[in-house]
C-alpha cells in the first residue's frame, strides 16, 4: 500500500508548481494555485534562491492587493465627498409662494395678524 505523502513534500511539491508558474509568467495560475497565503520558508528542501523567489513573489502580490484596495477607497471617499459637496451647491426645491418662515416665527406672525385684526388673520 502506498504511503501518503507527507506535509513537507506536498509543501516542496506546491512550491515547484509555483516557480514553473512564475517561470512561465502566469500569474493568475500562481494566484489560483495559492501563491499568497503560501509559507516559502516551510519548503525547506528548495535552495534559498528560490525560497526567496516565491517570497518576493507572494509579497509584491500582496503589496498591489493593498495599494488595490487603497485606490478603491480613495476612489469611494472622493465620490462620496463629491456628492455631499453637490448635495450643499443644488439650491433647494422651490416651492410654490413665499418662502416658508420657521415655526415660531410663523407662530409670532399669526398672533401678531390676529391682534391687528389685519388680512389673513
Same mark, same amino acid.
Given at each position: 500500500?502506498?504511503? @501518503?505523502?507527507?506535509? @513537507?513534500?506536498?509543501?516542496?511539491?506546491?512550491?515547484?508548481?509555483?516557480?514553473?508558474?512564475?517561470?512561465?509568467?502566469?500569474?493568475? /495560475?500562481?494566484?489560483? /494555485?495559492?501563491?499568497?497565503?503560501?509559507?516559502?520558508?516551510?519548503?525547506? @528542501?528548495?535552495?534559498? /534562491?528560490?525560497?526567496?523567489?516565491?517570497?518576493?513573489?507572494?509579497?509584491?502580490?500582496?503589496?498591489?492587493?493593498?495599494?488595490?484596495?487603497?485606490?478603491? @477607497?480613495?476612489?469611494?471617499?472622493?465620490? $462620496? $465627498?463629491?456628492?455631499?459637496?453637490?448635495?450643499?451647491?443644488?439650491?433647494?426645491?422651490?416651492?410654490? !409662494?413665499?418662502?416658508?418662515?420657521?415655526?415660531?416665527?410663523?407662530?409670532?406672525?399669526?398672533? /401678531?395678524?390676529?391682534?391687528?385684526? !389685519?388680512? !389673513?388673520?
Amino acid at each position: 500500500m502506498p504511503r @501518503s505523502p507527507d506535509a @513537507s513534500t506536498r509543501t516542496d511539491e506546491r512550491a515547484r508548481t509555483l516557480l514553473r508558474l512564475l517561470d512561465a509568467d502566469d500569474l493568475d /495560475a500562481a494566484i489560483e /494555485a495559492g501563491l499568497a497565503d503560501f509559507d516559502a520558508d516551510a519548503a525547506a @528542501s528548495l535552495p534559498a /534562491a528560490d525560497r526567496d523567489r516565491l517570497r518576493a513573489a507572494r509579497d509584491r502580490l500582496l503589496a498591489a492587493w493593498a495599494a488595490r484596495e487603497r485606490h478603491r @477607497s480613495r476612489n469611494a471617499r472622493l465620490a $462620496r $465627498r463629491a456628492a455631499e459637496r453637490e448635495a450643499r451647491r443644488t439650491p433647494p426645491a422651490a416651492g410654490i !409662494g413665499k418662502p416658508r418662515l420657521p415655526a415660531a416665527a410663523a407662530a409670532a406672525l399669526a398672533r /401678531a395678524k390676529a391682534r391687528a385684526g !389685519g388680512p !389673513g388673520a
